[in-house]
Protein backbone atom coordinates (compact mmCIF):
# COMPACT_ATOMS: atom_id res chain seq x y z
CA UNK A 1 0.00 0.00 0.00
CA UNK A 2 1.26 3.22 -0.90
CA UNK A 3 0.08 5.50 1.55
CA UNK A 4 2.10 8.80 0.65
CA UNK A 5 0.04 8.17 -3.01
CA UNK A 6 -3.30 7.94 -1.32
CA UNK A 7 -2.45 10.96 0.51
CA UNK A 8 -1.13 12.90 -2.48
CA UNK A 9 -3.95 12.03 -5.57
CA UNK A 10 -6.89 12.66 -2.40
CA UNK A 11 -7.02 16.87 -3.49
CA UNK A 12 -7.09 15.89 -6.91
CA UNK A 13 -9.94 13.54 -6.57
CA UNK A 14 -11.91 15.83 -4.46
CA UNK A 15 -11.95 18.25 -6.98
CA UNK A 16 -13.22 15.82 -9.61
CA UNK A 17 -15.43 15.11 -7.10
CA UNK A 18 -17.11 18.78 -7.80
CA UNK A 19 -17.30 18.15 -11.20
CA UNK A 20 -19.35 14.61 -10.26
CA UNK A 21 -21.67 16.52 -7.90
CA UNK A 22 -22.08 18.84 -10.84
CA UNK A 23 -23.33 15.86 -13.08
CA UNK A 24 -25.65 14.77 -10.64
CA UNK A 25 -27.73 18.02 -9.62
CA UNK A 26 -27.95 19.42 -13.29
CA UNK A 27 -29.34 16.09 -14.28
CA UNK A 28 -31.44 15.44 -11.32
CA UNK A 29 -33.03 18.60 -11.40
CA UNK A 30 -33.91 18.66 -15.24
CA UNK A 31 -34.58 14.64 -14.90
CA UNK A 32 -37.44 15.57 -11.91
CA UNK A 33 -39.28 17.98 -14.02
CA UNK A 34 -39.26 15.20 -16.92
CA UNK A 35 -40.02 12.80 -14.57
CA UNK A 36 -43.47 14.60 -13.30
CA UNK A 37 -44.24 15.65 -16.44
CA UNK A 38 -44.27 11.75 -17.76
CA UNK A 39 -45.50 10.86 -14.31
CA UNK A 40 -48.58 13.22 -15.16
CA UNK A 41 -48.95 11.95 -18.97
CA UNK A 42 -49.48 8.30 -17.37
CA UNK A 43 -52.31 9.46 -15.16
CA UNK A 44 -53.91 10.34 -18.52
CA UNK A 45 -56.98 8.66 -19.34
CA UNK A 46 -55.88 8.88 -23.24
CA UNK A 47 -54.46 5.71 -24.40
CA UNK A 48 -51.97 7.49 -26.86
CA UNK A 49 -50.69 9.58 -23.85
CA UNK A 50 -50.40 6.96 -21.81
CA UNK A 51 -48.80 4.35 -23.98
CA UNK A 52 -46.10 7.29 -25.55
CA UNK A 53 -44.94 8.22 -21.50
CA UNK A 54 -45.24 4.38 -20.65
CA UNK A 55 -42.75 3.49 -23.49
CA UNK A 56 -40.80 6.24 -22.87
CA UNK A 57 -40.28 5.44 -19.38
CA UNK A 58 -39.82 1.48 -20.83
CA UNK A 59 -37.07 2.23 -23.15
CA UNK A 60 -35.08 4.07 -20.55
CA UNK A 61 -35.28 1.60 -17.97
CA UNK A 62 -34.60 -1.19 -19.80
CA UNK A 63 -31.54 -0.20 -21.37
CA UNK A 64 -28.48 0.32 -19.66
CA UNK A 65 -27.27 3.60 -18.91
CA UNK A 66 -23.37 2.78 -20.57
CA UNK A 67 -25.59 1.97 -23.95
CA UNK A 68 -27.65 5.39 -23.80
CA UNK A 69 -24.68 7.22 -23.24
CA UNK A 70 -22.89 5.58 -25.98
CA UNK A 71 -25.66 6.32 -28.38
CA UNK A 72 -25.96 10.05 -27.89
CA UNK A 73 -22.63 10.51 -27.99
CA UNK A 74 -20.87 8.63 -30.51
CA UNK A 75 -24.30 7.13 -31.87
CA UNK A 76 -25.50 10.90 -33.12
CA UNK A 77 -22.04 12.35 -33.73
CA UNK A 78 -21.93 10.07 -36.80
CA UNK A 79 -25.34 11.56 -37.94
CA UNK A 80 -23.68 14.39 -40.97
CA UNK A 81 -27.30 16.20 -40.70
CA UNK A 82 -27.03 17.02 -36.98
CA UNK A 83 -24.19 18.50 -37.30
CA UNK A 84 -24.86 21.10 -39.25
CA UNK A 85 -28.01 22.07 -36.99
CA UNK A 86 -27.82 24.38 -33.60
CA UNK A 87 -27.93 20.79 -32.03
CA UNK A 88 -24.50 19.95 -32.73
CA UNK A 89 -23.57 23.30 -30.29
CA UNK A 90 -24.83 21.36 -27.58
CA UNK A 91 -24.35 17.67 -28.42
CA UNK A 92 -20.46 18.75 -29.28
CA UNK A 93 -19.92 18.68 -25.69
CA UNK A 94 -19.27 15.62 -23.75
CA UNK A 95 -20.53 17.45 -20.64
CA UNK A 96 -24.22 18.22 -21.79
CA UNK A 97 -24.46 14.70 -24.02
CA UNK A 98 -23.34 13.09 -20.76
CA UNK A 99 -26.25 15.50 -19.02
CA UNK A 100 -28.77 14.22 -21.55
CA UNK A 101 -28.28 10.76 -20.96
CA UNK A 102 -28.21 10.97 -17.21
CA UNK A 103 -31.48 12.92 -17.18
CA UNK A 104 -33.08 11.15 -19.48
CA UNK A 105 -32.66 8.10 -17.87
CA UNK A 106 -33.38 9.04 -14.31
CA UNK A 107 -36.22 10.85 -15.85
CA UNK A 108 -37.85 7.59 -16.74
CA UNK A 109 -37.20 6.11 -13.15
CA UNK A 110 -38.40 9.10 -11.34
CA UNK A 111 -41.77 9.14 -13.43
CA UNK A 112 -42.86 5.71 -12.28
CA UNK A 113 -41.53 6.66 -8.78
CA UNK A 114 -43.65 9.81 -8.87
CA UNK A 115 -46.52 7.95 -10.94
CA UNK A 116 -46.81 4.98 -8.28
CA UNK A 117 -47.56 7.82 -5.21
CA UNK A 118 -49.93 9.66 -6.86
CA UNK A 119 -51.93 6.43 -7.42
CA UNK A 120 -51.60 5.85 -3.71
CA UNK A 121 -53.09 8.69 -2.61
CA UNK A 122 -56.58 7.84 -0.58
CA UNK A 123 -59.22 9.18 -2.95
CA UNK A 124 -60.82 10.34 0.13
CA UNK A 125 -58.48 12.80 0.59
CA UNK A 126 -59.48 14.10 -2.77
CA UNK A 127 -62.90 13.54 -2.50
CA UNK A 128 -62.66 15.97 1.02
CA UNK A 129 -61.30 18.94 -0.96
CA UNK A 130 -63.92 18.51 -3.54
CA UNK A 131 -66.22 18.43 -0.22
CA UNK A 132 -65.27 22.29 0.56
CA UNK A 133 -64.96 23.45 -3.16
CA UNK A 134 -61.70 23.62 -4.01
CA UNK A 135 -61.00 23.67 -7.53
CA UNK A 136 -59.71 20.56 -9.00
CA UNK A 137 -56.20 22.82 -10.03
CA UNK A 138 -55.71 23.94 -6.45
CA UNK A 139 -56.17 20.35 -5.28
CA UNK A 140 -53.74 18.64 -7.65
CA UNK A 141 -51.02 21.39 -6.88
CA UNK A 142 -51.52 21.63 -2.88
CA UNK A 143 -52.98 18.24 -2.15
CA UNK A 144 -51.62 15.57 -4.69
CA UNK A 145 -48.52 16.84 -5.35
CA UNK A 146 -47.08 17.26 -2.07
CA UNK A 147 -48.56 14.17 -1.02
CA UNK A 148 -47.04 12.40 -3.72
CA UNK A 149 -43.05 13.74 -2.97
CA UNK A 150 -43.79 12.85 0.33
CA UNK A 151 -44.77 9.18 -0.32
CA UNK A 152 -41.81 8.57 -3.01
CA UNK A 153 -38.94 10.59 -0.85
CA UNK A 154 -37.85 6.83 0.25
CA UNK A 155 -37.31 5.53 -3.47
CA UNK A 156 -36.50 8.76 -4.83
CA UNK A 157 -34.01 8.67 -2.43
CA UNK A 158 -32.34 5.30 -3.74
CA UNK A 159 -32.61 6.66 -6.74
CA UNK A 160 -29.89 9.66 -6.37
CA UNK A 161 -27.88 7.63 -4.76
CA UNK A 162 -28.20 5.44 -8.16
CA UNK A 163 -27.50 8.32 -10.53
CA UNK A 164 -24.23 9.31 -8.31
CA UNK A 165 -22.81 6.36 -8.84
CA UNK A 166 -24.16 6.25 -12.91
CA UNK A 167 -22.10 9.42 -12.79
CA UNK A 168 -18.89 7.76 -13.38
CA UNK A 169 -20.18 6.71 -16.99
CA UNK A 170 -19.64 10.10 -18.12
CA UNK A 171 -15.47 9.33 -17.73
CA UNK A 172 -16.34 7.03 -21.11
CA UNK A 173 -16.92 10.22 -23.10
CA UNK A 174 -13.60 11.87 -22.00
CA UNK A 175 -15.17 13.96 -18.84
CA UNK A 176 -12.67 13.98 -15.96
CA UNK A 177 -14.99 13.58 -13.09
CA UNK A 178 -14.00 11.42 -10.10
CA UNK A 179 -13.53 8.11 -12.02
CA UNK A 180 -11.93 9.97 -15.15
CA UNK A 181 -9.58 11.33 -12.78
CA UNK A 182 -8.66 8.21 -10.70
CA UNK A 183 -7.98 6.37 -14.11
CA UNK A 184 -5.53 9.26 -15.22
CA UNK A 185 -3.47 9.33 -11.73
CA UNK A 186 -3.70 5.30 -11.91
CA UNK A 187 -2.28 5.33 -15.98
CA UNK A 188 0.69 7.24 -14.97
CA UNK A 189 1.27 5.70 -11.25
CA UNK A 190 0.20 1.98 -12.26
CA UNK A 191 -1.48 1.60 -8.87
CA UNK A 192 -5.12 0.95 -9.33
CA UNK A 193 -5.73 -0.28 -5.77
CA UNK A 194 -4.86 2.74 -3.68
CA UNK A 195 -6.33 5.23 -6.28
CA UNK A 196 -10.07 3.62 -6.18
CA UNK A 197 -9.74 3.23 -2.40
CA UNK A 198 -9.82 6.74 -1.96
CA UNK A 199 -12.27 6.91 -4.84
CA UNK A 200 -14.47 5.13 -4.00
CA UNK A 201 -14.30 6.19 -0.34
CA UNK A 202 -15.07 9.81 -1.44
CA UNK A 203 -18.44 7.97 -3.37
CA UNK A 204 -19.20 6.61 -0.14
CA UNK A 205 -19.20 9.60 1.75
CA UNK A 206 -21.14 11.68 -0.91
CA UNK A 207 -23.88 8.67 -0.65
CA UNK A 208 -23.84 8.30 3.18
CA UNK A 209 -24.90 12.51 3.24
CA UNK A 210 -27.31 12.18 0.75
CA UNK A 211 -29.21 8.98 2.51
CA UNK A 212 -29.21 11.21 6.27
CA UNK A 213 -30.60 14.44 3.88
CA UNK A 214 -33.00 11.85 2.42
CA UNK A 215 -33.72 10.25 5.93
CA UNK A 216 -33.95 13.86 7.75
CA UNK A 217 -36.63 15.16 4.70
CA UNK A 218 -38.16 11.86 5.51
CA UNK A 219 -38.62 12.38 9.04
CA UNK A 220 -39.57 16.42 8.71
CA UNK A 221 -42.04 15.79 6.56
CA UNK A 222 -43.63 12.47 7.97
CA UNK A 223 -47.38 12.21 8.82
CA UNK A 224 -47.35 11.38 12.17
CA UNK B 1 -24.39 -36.16 -0.11
CA UNK B 2 -21.45 -37.91 -0.63
CA UNK B 3 -21.92 -37.43 -4.17
CA UNK B 4 -22.28 -33.48 -3.72
CA UNK B 5 -18.69 -33.67 -1.82
CA UNK B 6 -17.01 -35.93 -4.48
CA UNK B 7 -18.61 -33.76 -7.75
CA UNK B 8 -17.29 -30.67 -5.21
CA UNK B 9 -13.83 -32.50 -4.89
CA UNK B 10 -13.64 -33.95 -8.52
CA UNK B 11 -14.52 -29.82 -9.88
CA UNK B 12 -11.75 -28.43 -7.73
CA UNK B 13 -9.23 -31.54 -8.54
CA UNK B 14 -10.03 -30.60 -12.66
CA UNK B 15 -9.73 -27.42 -11.93
CA UNK B 16 -5.97 -27.83 -9.98
CA UNK B 17 -4.88 -29.85 -13.10
CA UNK B 18 -6.16 -26.93 -15.66
CA UNK B 19 -4.51 -24.17 -13.85
CA UNK B 20 -1.25 -26.77 -13.84
CA UNK B 21 -1.08 -26.64 -17.80
CA UNK B 22 -1.58 -23.09 -18.13
CA UNK B 23 1.13 -22.43 -16.23
CA UNK B 24 3.33 -23.69 -18.49
CA UNK B 25 2.12 -21.78 -21.44
CA UNK B 26 3.51 -17.94 -21.38
CA UNK B 27 0.54 -15.20 -21.27
CA UNK B 28 0.46 -12.52 -23.58
CA UNK B 29 -1.36 -9.24 -23.03
CA UNK B 30 -2.20 -6.83 -25.51
CA UNK B 31 -4.99 -4.61 -26.61
CA UNK B 32 -6.45 -5.64 -29.78
CA UNK B 33 -7.83 -1.81 -30.94
CA UNK B 34 -4.56 -0.56 -32.47
CA UNK B 35 -4.44 -1.70 -35.69
CA UNK B 36 -1.92 -2.75 -37.08
CA UNK B 37 -0.15 -3.36 -34.43
CA UNK B 38 -3.14 -5.52 -32.79
CA UNK B 39 -6.58 -5.79 -33.87
CA UNK B 40 -9.59 -8.11 -33.93
CA UNK B 41 -11.15 -9.55 -36.87
CA UNK B 42 -14.47 -9.83 -37.75
CA UNK B 43 -15.33 -13.21 -35.68
CA UNK B 44 -13.19 -11.62 -32.52
CA UNK B 45 -9.78 -13.19 -33.71
CA UNK B 46 -7.26 -11.46 -32.33
CA UNK B 47 -4.43 -10.40 -35.36
CA UNK B 48 -2.35 -8.07 -36.31
CA UNK B 49 1.60 -7.70 -36.17
CA UNK B 50 2.22 -8.45 -32.63
CA UNK B 51 -0.01 -11.11 -32.64
CA UNK B 52 2.07 -12.60 -35.26
CA UNK B 53 5.13 -11.91 -33.65
CA UNK B 54 3.96 -12.92 -30.56
CA UNK B 55 3.82 -16.55 -31.87
CA UNK B 56 7.37 -16.30 -33.96
CA UNK B 57 9.04 -15.33 -30.28
CA UNK B 58 7.64 -18.03 -28.56
CA UNK B 59 8.73 -20.41 -30.96
CA UNK B 60 12.00 -19.27 -30.86
CA UNK B 61 11.59 -19.54 -26.65
CA UNK B 62 10.21 -22.69 -26.86
CA UNK B 63 7.10 -22.48 -24.92
CA UNK B 64 3.65 -22.31 -25.64
CA UNK B 65 1.63 -19.04 -25.71
CA UNK B 66 -1.65 -17.73 -25.29
CA UNK B 67 -2.92 -14.08 -26.22
CA UNK B 68 -5.06 -12.50 -23.94
CA UNK B 69 -6.74 -9.30 -24.28
CA UNK B 70 -6.19 -6.65 -21.86
CA UNK B 71 -8.23 -2.89 -21.77
CA UNK B 72 -4.91 -0.97 -22.45
CA UNK B 73 -5.71 1.96 -19.56
CA UNK B 74 -5.40 -1.38 -17.22
CA UNK B 75 -2.27 -2.97 -19.19
CA UNK B 76 0.79 -2.43 -16.89
CA UNK B 77 -1.39 -2.54 -13.64
CA UNK B 78 -2.79 -6.18 -14.92
CA UNK B 79 0.84 -7.24 -15.88
CA UNK B 80 1.76 -6.24 -12.73
CA UNK B 81 -0.85 -8.46 -10.94
CA UNK B 82 0.02 -11.51 -12.98
CA UNK B 83 -2.85 -11.54 -15.21
CA UNK B 84 -0.62 -12.25 -18.02
CA UNK B 85 3.06 -12.78 -17.91
CA UNK B 86 4.56 -10.28 -20.81
CA UNK B 87 2.91 -7.13 -22.79
CA UNK B 88 2.76 -6.86 -26.69
CA UNK B 89 0.65 -4.22 -27.14
CA UNK B 90 2.60 -1.43 -29.09
CA UNK B 91 3.86 -0.25 -26.17
CA UNK B 92 7.03 2.10 -26.47
CA UNK B 93 9.76 2.23 -23.97
CA UNK B 94 9.71 5.16 -22.12
CA UNK B 95 11.67 6.13 -18.72
CA UNK B 96 8.30 6.54 -17.22
CA UNK B 97 6.65 2.77 -17.68
CA UNK B 98 10.40 1.63 -17.00
CA UNK B 99 9.69 2.57 -13.24
CA UNK B 100 7.24 0.17 -13.11
CA UNK B 101 8.01 -2.61 -15.56
CA UNK B 102 11.57 -3.95 -17.66
CA UNK B 103 10.79 -3.69 -21.29
CA UNK B 104 13.01 -6.04 -23.64
CA UNK B 105 15.07 -4.61 -26.59
CA UNK B 106 12.53 -2.83 -28.97
CA UNK B 107 11.37 -4.94 -31.43
CA UNK B 108 9.58 -2.14 -33.50
CA UNK B 109 9.40 1.82 -34.13
CA UNK B 110 6.73 3.97 -35.62
CA UNK B 111 6.65 7.45 -35.82
CA UNK B 112 3.87 9.28 -34.39
CA UNK B 113 1.74 11.99 -36.49
CA UNK B 114 -0.69 14.43 -36.22
CA UNK B 115 -3.97 13.72 -37.98
CA UNK B 116 -7.24 16.27 -38.85
CA UNK B 117 -10.04 16.45 -41.54
CA UNK B 118 -9.68 17.21 -44.93
CA UNK B 119 -10.16 21.08 -45.16
CA UNK B 120 -8.89 22.09 -41.48
CA UNK B 121 -6.90 25.09 -41.38
CA UNK B 122 -4.08 23.25 -40.10
CA UNK B 123 -3.46 21.56 -42.78
CA UNK B 124 -0.50 22.56 -45.22
CA UNK B 125 1.54 23.79 -42.02
CA UNK B 126 4.99 24.90 -42.42
CA UNK B 127 7.21 22.19 -40.41
CA UNK B 128 9.79 19.96 -41.79
CA UNK B 129 8.69 16.31 -42.65
CA UNK B 130 10.39 15.12 -39.29
CA UNK B 131 11.52 15.99 -36.04
CA UNK B 132 13.37 14.06 -33.36
CA UNK B 133 12.81 15.38 -30.12
CA UNK B 134 16.46 13.73 -28.86
CA UNK B 135 17.93 15.54 -31.17
CA UNK B 136 16.70 18.87 -30.28
CA UNK B 137 18.63 21.94 -32.13
CA UNK B 138 16.85 25.21 -33.81
CA UNK B 139 14.98 23.21 -36.11
CA UNK B 140 13.16 21.40 -33.84
CA UNK B 141 12.53 24.29 -31.35
CA UNK B 142 10.93 26.11 -34.21
CA UNK B 143 9.09 23.35 -35.32
CA UNK B 144 7.60 23.34 -31.72
CA UNK B 145 6.77 26.92 -31.92
CA UNK B 146 5.33 26.74 -35.11
CA UNK B 147 2.86 24.02 -33.68
CA UNK B 148 2.63 25.54 -30.50
CA UNK B 149 1.28 28.64 -32.91
CA UNK B 150 -1.25 26.15 -34.47
CA UNK B 151 -2.60 24.44 -31.95
CA UNK B 152 -3.75 27.40 -29.56
CA UNK B 153 -7.18 26.82 -28.66
CA UNK B 154 -8.21 23.44 -30.92
CA UNK B 155 -9.51 20.52 -29.00
CA UNK B 156 -6.71 17.59 -29.46
CA UNK B 157 -7.76 14.68 -28.88
CA UNK B 158 -5.48 11.04 -28.00
CA UNK B 159 -5.81 7.73 -26.34
CA UNK B 160 -5.30 7.85 -22.30
CA UNK B 161 -1.89 6.93 -20.93
CA UNK B 162 0.10 6.90 -24.01
CA UNK B 163 3.30 8.56 -25.15
CA UNK B 164 1.14 10.94 -27.25
CA UNK B 165 -0.47 12.25 -24.33
CA UNK B 166 2.71 12.55 -22.50
CA UNK B 167 4.00 14.51 -24.97
CA UNK B 168 0.60 16.67 -25.27
CA UNK B 169 1.03 17.38 -21.28
CA UNK B 170 4.62 17.97 -21.52
CA UNK B 171 4.07 21.64 -22.37
CA UNK B 172 6.18 21.76 -25.50
CA UNK B 173 3.13 22.79 -27.46
CA UNK B 174 1.75 24.92 -25.21
CA UNK B 175 -1.49 24.87 -23.47
CA UNK B 176 -4.23 22.84 -25.22
CA UNK B 177 -7.65 21.74 -24.82
CA UNK B 178 -6.20 18.08 -24.64
CA UNK B 179 -9.12 15.33 -24.32
CA UNK B 180 -8.16 11.53 -23.68
CA UNK B 181 -10.06 8.50 -24.85
CA UNK B 182 -9.90 4.52 -24.01
CA UNK B 183 -9.36 3.30 -27.34
CA UNK B 184 -7.76 4.65 -30.51
CA UNK B 185 -11.34 3.57 -32.11
CA UNK B 186 -12.87 6.39 -30.06
CA UNK B 187 -10.39 9.33 -31.08
CA UNK B 188 -11.20 8.45 -34.80
CA UNK B 189 -15.03 8.44 -34.22
CA UNK B 190 -14.56 11.94 -32.58
CA UNK B 191 -12.52 13.41 -34.93
CA UNK B 192 -14.44 11.74 -37.65
CA UNK B 193 -17.70 13.82 -35.96
CA UNK B 194 -15.62 16.90 -35.87
CA UNK B 195 -15.60 17.03 -31.52
CA UNK B 196 -11.64 16.72 -32.23
CA UNK B 197 -9.81 19.51 -34.01
CA UNK B 198 -7.00 17.21 -34.13
CA UNK B 199 -5.67 14.16 -32.97
CA UNK B 200 -2.17 12.43 -32.32
CA UNK B 201 -1.23 8.60 -32.63
CA UNK B 202 1.00 6.64 -34.37
CA UNK B 203 0.97 7.72 -37.99
CA UNK B 204 -0.45 4.51 -38.75
CA UNK B 205 -3.54 4.36 -36.60
CA UNK B 206 -4.44 7.08 -38.73
CA UNK B 207 -3.96 5.91 -41.96
CA UNK B 208 -5.08 2.53 -41.31
CA UNK B 209 -8.76 4.40 -40.10
CA UNK B 210 -8.67 6.40 -43.09
CA UNK B 211 -8.49 3.32 -45.51
CA UNK B 212 -10.64 0.93 -43.76
CA UNK B 213 -13.83 4.02 -43.36
CA UNK B 214 -13.28 5.86 -46.57
CA UNK B 215 -13.36 9.30 -44.26
CA UNK B 216 -10.99 11.88 -45.03
CA UNK B 217 -8.26 11.97 -42.23
CA UNK B 218 -5.16 13.60 -43.19
CA UNK B 219 -1.86 13.79 -41.94
CA UNK B 220 -0.76 17.23 -41.04
CA UNK B 221 3.00 18.08 -39.48
CA UNK B 222 6.09 16.39 -38.65
CA UNK B 223 6.15 13.40 -37.79
CA UNK B 224 7.33 12.33 -34.12
CA UNK B 225 9.90 10.77 -32.35
CA UNK B 226 12.32 10.78 -29.99
CA UNK B 227 11.96 12.33 -26.30
CA UNK B 228 8.59 12.04 -25.06
CA UNK B 229 8.14 9.54 -27.70
CA UNK B 230 10.06 6.68 -26.36
CA UNK B 231 12.69 4.33 -27.83
CA UNK B 232 10.64 2.06 -30.24
CA UNK B 233 8.23 -1.03 -28.80
CA UNK B 234 9.54 -3.69 -26.44
CA UNK B 235 8.22 -6.57 -24.68
CA UNK B 236 7.31 -5.30 -21.39
CA UNK B 237 7.81 -8.04 -18.34
CA UNK B 238 7.52 -7.94 -14.52
CA UNK B 239 10.39 -6.70 -13.09
CA UNK B 240 11.15 -9.75 -10.83
CA UNK B 241 10.73 -12.40 -14.22
CA UNK B 242 14.73 -11.80 -15.29
CA UNK B 243 14.30 -15.53 -16.56
CA UNK B 244 11.30 -14.52 -19.00
CA UNK B 245 13.17 -11.07 -19.96
CA UNK B 246 16.42 -12.82 -21.20
CA UNK B 247 14.26 -15.44 -23.34
CA UNK B 248 12.35 -12.41 -25.23
CA UNK B 249 15.93 -11.24 -25.48
CA UNK B 250 17.39 -14.36 -27.52
CA UNK B 251 14.35 -14.81 -29.53
CA UNK B 252 14.00 -10.88 -30.44
CA UNK B 253 17.84 -11.19 -31.20
CA UNK B 254 16.95 -14.35 -33.27
CA UNK B 255 13.94 -13.60 -34.87
CA UNK B 256 15.80 -10.50 -36.29
CA UNK B 257 18.67 -12.09 -37.74
CA UNK B 258 16.34 -14.24 -39.83
CA UNK B 259 14.63 -11.50 -40.69
CA UNK B 260 11.31 -12.62 -38.97
CA UNK B 261 10.69 -9.50 -37.40
CA UNK B 262 11.22 -7.70 -41.09
CA UNK B 263 8.91 -9.89 -42.65
CA UNK B 264 6.03 -9.58 -40.74
CA UNK B 265 6.45 -5.87 -40.24
CA UNK B 266 6.38 -5.19 -43.67
CA UNK B 267 3.20 -7.40 -43.97
CA UNK B 268 0.70 -5.36 -41.52
CA UNK B 269 2.10 -2.04 -42.28
CA UNK B 270 3.01 -1.83 -45.77
CA UNK B 271 7.07 -1.14 -44.87
CA UNK B 272 9.37 -2.73 -42.39
CA UNK B 273 9.02 -0.73 -38.90
CA UNK B 274 11.05 -3.64 -37.33
CA UNK B 275 13.99 -2.53 -35.54
Not at chain 1, 75 to 91: A, D, N, Y
Not at chain 1, 149 to 155: G, T
Not at chain 2, 215 to 238: D, E, H, M, Y
Amino acid sequence: MDLELMINSLPKLLNAAVITLKLLSVSLIIGLFIGLFFAILRLNKNIFINRFAYGYSYVFRGTPLLVQIFIIYFGLGQIEHLRSTVLWVILKEPYWCAIIAFALNTGAYTSEILRSAFQTIKPGIIEAGKSLGISNKVIFYKIQIPIAIRQSLPAYGNEIILMMKGTSLASTVTIMDLTGVAKYIISTTFKPIEVFIVAGGIYLFMTFIIHNVIKFLEKKYSFN
Amino acid sequence: MNIFKKTIFSVLFSLLIIGNVNADKIKIGTEGAYPPWNSKDASGKLIGFEVELAYTLCRYIGQQCEIVEQDWDGMIPALIMRKFDAIMAGMSITAERQKAISFSQGYADEVASLAVMKGSDLEGMDTPEGINLTLGGSGVKKTLKTLTGALAGKTVCTQTATIHQNFLESGDVGKINLRTYKTQDEVNLDLASGRCDVALAAAVAFTDYAEKSGKPVVLVGPTFSGGAFGNGVGVGIRKDDTELLKAFNKAIEKARKNGDISRIATKWFGFDASM
